[in-house]
């Protein structure tokens, strides 16, 4: 797997869209301070890849994907894996309760050639040749597929544990032992020698159970099974014995049945026949209807008489005339009498109207003129003042005159200039004016009110005669309506005579009332005597037909007494009839009786001689139910034989898988298959890191191990042999890359898709390096990436270590987010 470019969005310190492009790049450096996001780039890459990032320590802990307070964060990863280029995006939301979710996961080859410019702008479907993936689930099984680790294995071969390596260098045999266990993987034995020592313990459980099982079936051995078939065969036998017997019960049981049923339809004949007799007051219900029906008869003659007073009487109300036309005759009377009175009064109150309005006229002439003289006043003061200010005012051009010079104001000249006089008559003209003015004002002000009190008084007359015109107009109307009327004396006699017919027809109607009210009581009366005589007569009937199976006598209709009397004596001989042959039916049914109990008596010993209880009512069925009882129990020691056989088989298969599980525990113990698959991987980690030592020193170094211990062959020093402890800090870093190539390399081939390794990336803490060995460092890392086979990263904050990487990433950190630059060729 080779990345090309990879774009983040939201993701961690990445807040903002950032993309890191890796395009022809075979050697670079992710540089920068200390926490500002370099390692992100490759948490990036393994998230994209497989879901998760090795430092979270957790793969359900993708809300760390999330940048603090984002909402979302996407990741795009373009990568090279055998040749073929794909696109793998995975994008992470958080929703509105703050759970944390993949939303969307996708992985696709993209089109050999595609220019990745278009990846800013959307890829179309000519752009892939072939969609993957398009869930979680789906990309975390292809993604193996293509790129051929696992997760766990592509954070050792890919982006490599180099701490883990140089203390698995210098560490002691058994701690090597512990550390190669967790990097190759080998633990999965001891999983396996732990799986089988529990399968062994689950196996003994099982055993123990089925012991207990078997314990619980030793009941059913061959004398119980003996047992169950006889007693099956007996109550066989029952069943064919109740099955003969059973019939004849049942006959004698019938002919029992029927003897009773004789004897009491015998009993229930002789009750009816003797229960008839006549009722009490029989003789005297036909003579209280006919009573009841005189009566009725009476008060409806008594009802008509009543009706026809009353229609007289309606007849002579209605010829005395309409009571209230008369009452309005009367009321209009009174009312002329009322008007008459009011008009008199009118006409009063208009002539003292007409005298009012006729002085106030009078009184407001008399104003207007003394008005007239005041406002007359006033224009003569107006014109006096204005008379003072014009001499006024020639008197005070007097003093500027000149005997023998020209007037200034009419150009005439000035023959003597008059003496100038010593007062103004303005203040005595304006005095005047005032006084003429209040004079004025007042005079007004009379005539104003004495106009108003006219206008009152014209409204007041108004008034009066459209009030007195309208009591004429109203006495004139009804003079008109009384034209030809009787007087109030002839009509409150006319009215005193309706009255009287009145209480006299309302005394009428009572009697009417009274007489129906008598009527309808009768007819109630004579109903119920009629419906006591059908009732009885029913009664009769009812009695009757509850005997005519056994043919009574007819009865006489018209007389009730008869009827009962003639009934009565037929059912007394009747029963007496039937009294002498009951002791045949008596006799009869006993001897019913002790059939049924010889019968039973039988049935009771054959159940007894089967070991059961006595039957109830059906001792068929329950011998039946016996026989299948028993069936049930033979059939449930079969089963319980057959499961004893089949627990005895499971014990076998068990027993086996006991001993299997526990000789495998017993040979992958950790200082038998362990430690000779150890062996072995370790030499085959040696060699290849051995070669590749070799390389990386120019051939200085051979690395090989004896008795649990690493040591170097220098080449440079006749082949001594020196102990790891001996080695420089870069010879240290050299021997411990070796190692971690050599095991990357062992974990590819363990792959089942035949991993190809084209990118490694060493996430290493360099800083602790002194200048010597930080350049053998970097002499080794030109080296490997001179190789040419997979492509070289470091993530450093070294800069002497960085300069001699041709391309770097510069990674910065402001307060909201990570920045990324290119840096080099």
């Given at each position: 797997?080779?990345?090309?470019?990879?774009?983040?969005?939201?993701?961690?310190?990445?807040r903002?869209?950032t993309?890191?492009?890796?395009?022809?790049?075979?050697?670079?450096?992710?540089?920068?301070p200390t926490?500002?996001?370099?390692?992100?780039?490759?948490?990036?890459?393994?998230?994209?890849?497989?879901?998760?990032?090795?430092?979270?320590?957790?793969?359900?802990?993708?809300a760390?994907?999330?940048?603090?307070?984002?909402?979302?964060?996407?990741?795009?990863?373009?990568?090279?894996?055998?040749?073929?280029?794909?696109?793998?995006?995975?994008?992470?939301?958080r929703?509105?309760?703050?759970?944390?979710?993949?939303?969307?996961?996708?992985?696709?080859?993209?089109?050999?050639?595609l220019?990745?410019?278009?990846?800013?702008?959307?890829?179309?479907?000519?752009?892939?040749?072939?969609?993957?993936?398009?869930?979680?689930?789906?990309?975390?099984?292809?993604?193996?597929?293509?790129?051929?680790?696992?997760?766990?294995?592509?954070?050792?071969?890919?982006?490599?544990?180099?701490?883990?390596?140089?203390?698995?260098?210098?560490?002691?045999p058994?701690?090597?032992?512990?550390?190669?266990?967790?990097?190759?993987?080998?633990?999965?034995?001891?999983?396996?020698?732990?799986?089988?020592?529990?399968?062994?313990?689950?196996?003994?459980?099982?055993?123990?159970?089925?012991?207990?099982?078997?314990?619980?079936?030793?009941?059913?051995?061959?004398?119980a099974?003996?047992?169950?078939?006889?007693?099956?065969?007996?109550?066989?036998?029952?069943?064919?014995?109740?099955e003969?017997?059973?019939?004849?019960?049942?006959?004698?049981?019938?002919?029992?049945?029927?003897?009773?049923?004789?004897?009491?339809?015998?009993?229930?004949?002789?009750?009816?026949?003797?229960?008839?007799?006549?009722?009490?007051?029989?003789?005297?219900?036909?003579?209280?209807?006919?009573?009841?029906?005189?009566?009725?008869?009476?008060?409806?003659?008594?009802?008509?008489?009543?009706?026809e007073?009353e229609?007289k009487?309606?007849g002579?109300?209605?010829?005395?005339?309409?009571?209230?036309?008369?009452?309005?005759?009367?009321?209009?009377?009174?009312?002329r009498?009322?008007?008459?009175?009011?008009?008199?009064?009118v006409?009063?109150?208009?002539?003292?109207a007409?005298?009012?309005?006729?002085?106030?006229?009078?009184?407001?002439?008399?104003?207007?003129v003394?008005?007239?003289?005041?406002?007359?006043?006033?224009?003569?003061a107006?014109?006096?003042?204005?008379?003072?200010?014009?001499v006024?005012?020639?008197?005070?051009?007097?003093?500027?005159?000149?005997?023998?010079?020209?007037?200034?104001?009419?150009?005439?000249?000035?023959?003597?200039?008059?003496?100038v006089?010593?007062?103004?008559?303005?203040?005595?003209?304006?005095?005047?004016?005032?006084?003429?003015?209040?004079?004025s004002?007042?005079?007004?002000?009379?005539?104003?009110?004495?106009?108003?009190?006219?206008?009152?008084?014209?409204?007041?007359?108004?008034?009066?005669?459209?009030?007195?015109?309208?009591?004429d107009a109203?006495?004139?109307?009804?003079?008109?309506?009384?034209?030809?009327?009787?007087?109030?004396e002839?009509?409150?006699?006319?009215?005193?005579?309706?009255?009287?017919?009145?209480?006299?027809?309302?005394?009428?109607?009572?009697?009417?009332?009274?007489?129906?009210?008598?009527?309808?009581?009768?007819?109630?009366?004579?109903?119920?005597?009629?419906?006591?005589?059908?009732?009885?007569?029913r009664?009769?009937?009812?009695?009757?037909?509850?005997?005519?199976?056994?043919?009574?006598?007819?009865?006489?209709?018209?007389?009730?007494?008869?009827?009962?009397?003639?009934l009565?004596?037929?059912?007394?001989?009747?029963?007496?009839r039937?009294?002498?042959?009951?002791?045949?039916?008596?006799?009869?049914?006993?001897?019913?009786?002790?059939?049924?109990?010889?019968?039973?008596?039988?049935?009771?010993?054959?159940?007894?001689?089967?070991g059961?209880?006595?039957?109830?009512?059906e001792?068929?069925?329950?011998?039946?139910v016996?026989?299948?009882?028993a069936?049930?129990?033979?059939?449930?020691?079969?089963?319980?034989?057959?499961?004893?056989?089949?627990?005895?088989?499971?014990?076998?298969?068990?027993?086996?898988?006991?001993?299997?599980?526990?000789?495998?525990?017993?040979?992958?113990?950790?200082?038998?298959?362990?430690?000779?698959?150890?062996?072995?991987?370790?030499?085959?980690?040696?060699?290849?890191a051995?070669?590749?030592?070799?390389?990386?020193?120019?051939?200085?170094?051979?690395?090989?191990?004896?008795k649990?211990?690493?040591?170097?062959?220098?080449?440079?020093?006749?082949?001594?042999?020196?102990?790891?402890?001996?080695?420089?800090?870069?010879?240290?870093?050299?021997?411990?890359?070796?190692?971690?190539?050599?095991?990357?390399?062992?974990?590819?081939?363990?792959?089942?898709?035949?991993?190809?390794?084209?990118s490694?990336?060493?996430?290493?803490?360099?800083?602790t390096?002194?200048?010597?060995?930080?350049d053998?460092?970097?002499?080794?890392?030109?080296?490997?990436?001179?190789?040419?086979?997979?492509?070289?990263?470091?993530?450093?904050?070294?800069?002497?270590?960085?300069?001699?990487?041709?391309?770097?990433?510069?990674?910065?950190?402001?307060?909201?987010?990570?920045?990324?630059?290119?840096?080099?060729?």
């Amino acid at each position: 797997m080779r990345p090309i470019r990879l774009d983040l969005d939201g993701f961690t310190v990445f807040r903002e869209p950032t993309t890191v492009d890796f395009t022809d790049t075979d050697f670079f450096a992710l540089v920068g301070p200390t926490g500002s996001g370099k390692s992100t780039v490759l948490d990036a890459i393994c998230f994209a890849l497989y879901g998760t990032v090795p430092r979270w320590g957790d793969r359900r802990a993708i809300a760390n994907a999330l940048a603090p307070s984002a909402v979302e964060a996407k990741v795009r990863l373009v990568f090279e894996s055998a040749g073929v280029r794909y696109v793998l995006s995975r994008v992470v939301r958080r929703d509105s309760k703050g759970a944390v979710t993949t939303k969307h996961a996708g992985l696709e080859a993209l089109a050999p050639g595609l220019d990745l410019g278009k990846l800013a702008y959307g890829l179309t479907a000519d752009d892939v040749a072939e969609v993957l993936a398009g869930t979680p689930g789906e990309v975390d099984e292809a993604i193996q597929a293509v790129v051929g680790l696992p997760y766990e294995q592509f954070t050792k071969c890919v982006v490599l544990p180099q701490g883990e390596f140089a203390a698995f260098l210098h560490a002691k045999p058994a701690e090597r032992q512990k550390i190669l266990v967790n990097l190759l993987g080998l633990d999965v034995y001891g999983h396996i020698r732990e799986k089988a020592a529990t399968l062994g313990t689950t196996a003994d459980a099982k055993l123990k159970v089925l012991d207990q099982q078997l314990t619980a079936l030793s009941d059913v051995d061959d004398a119980a099974l003996v047992a169950a078939q006889g007693r099956v065969e007996t109550l066989r036998a029952l069943v064919e014995r109740v099955e003969r017997i059973a019939p004849q019960l049942t006959d004698s049981g019938r002919l029992a049945a029927q003897a009773a049923e004789a004897l009491a339809a015998l009993d229930t004949q002789i009750g009816q026949l003797t229960a008839v007799a006549v009722p009490a007051e029989a003789p005297t219900l036909a003579a209280a209807a006919a009573t009841a029906r005189a009566a009725v008869a009476e008060a409806l003659d008594g009802s008509r008489a009543t009706e026809e007073q009353e229609e007289k009487l309606r007849g002579e109300l209605q010829a005395a005339g309409d009571a209230a036309a008369l009452r309005r005759l009367l009321d209009t009377h009174g009312e002329r009498a009322t008007l008459a009175v009011e008009a008199a009064s009118v006409q009063g109150a208009v002539e003292r109207a007409e005298r009012e309005h006729t002085a106030a006229v009078d009184a407001l002439a008399g104003v207007k003129v003394q008005a007239a003289d005041a406002l007359a006043a006033l224009e003569a003061a107006r014109e006096a003042y204005q008379t003072a200010v014009a001499v006024d005012r020639a008197v005070a051009l007097r003093p500027h005159l000149r005997a023998g010079e020209e007037c200034p104001v009419c150009t005439q000249t000035v023959h003597a200039v008059p003496d100038v006089p010593h007062d103004s008559a303005v203040a005595a003209a304006e005095a005047a004016g005032k006084t003429a003015r209040k004079r004025s004002e007042a005079a007004d002000k009379i005539v104003a009110e004495h106009d108003r009190t006219v206008r009152e008084l014209d409204r007041a007359l108004a008034t009066a005669k459209a009030h007195a015109q309208q009591v004429d107009a109203r006495l004139a109307a009804l003079d008109k309506a009384l034209d030809g009327a009787p007087a109030p004396e002839a009509l409150r006699r006319d009215l005193d005579a309706i009255a009287k017919l009145g209480r006299a027809l309302e005394k009428a109607g009572a009697e009417v009332r009274k007489a129906r009210e008598a009527h309808r009581k009768a007819s109630t009366t004579a109903d119920r005597a009629e419906e006591r005589l059908r009732a009885a007569w029913r009664s009769f009937d009812s009695a009757r037909d509850a005997l005519a199976a056994y043919a009574p006598p007819p009865a006489n209709r018209e007389d009730l007494a008869d009827a009962w009397a003639t009934l009565t004596a037929w059912a007394t001989g009747e029963a007496g009839r039937r009294r002498a042959g009951r002791q045949a039916a008596v006799d009869e049914l006993k001897s019913a009786e002790h059939r049924v109990g010889d019968v039973r008596q039988e049935l009771l010993t054959v159940f007894a001689d089967a070991g059961l209880p006595a039957p109830g009512g059906e001792p068929a069925r329950e011998a039946a139910v016996a026989l299948e009882r028993a069936d049930a129990a033979l059939r449930r020691i079969e089963e319980r034989r057959a499961d004893a056989e089949r627990i005895r088989g499971q014990r076998d298969e068990v027993a086996k898988e006991s001993q299997v599980a526990k000789a495998l525990a017993q040979h992958l113990r950790a200082d038998r298959f362990e430690r000779w698959l150890l062996a072995e991987a370790l030499d085959t980690l040696v060699d290849g890191a051995s070669r590749t030592l070799r390389e990386l020193s120019n051939g200085q170094y051979d690395l090989g191990h004896e008795k649990g211990e690493f040591f170097v062959v220098d080449h440079h020093d006749a082949g001594l042999r020196r102990a790891v402890r001996t080695l420089s800090g870069g010879e240290t870093f050299q021997a411990s890359l070796a190692l971690a190539l050599a095991l990357s390399d062992q974990l590819a081939g363990m792959s089942a898709s035949g991993a190809s390794l084209e990118s490694i990336v060493l996430d290493e803490g360099f800083g602790t390096l002194d200048a010597t060995t930080l350049d053998t460092v970097a002499a080794t890392l030109e080296n490997l990436a001179a190789r040419g086979d997979r492509m070289v990263g470091v993530v450093t904050h070294v800069g002497a270590l960085a300069e001699r990487i041709p391309v770097r990433f510069e990674v910065r950190r402001d307060a909201r987010t990570a920045h990324i630059e290119r840096v080099g060729l």
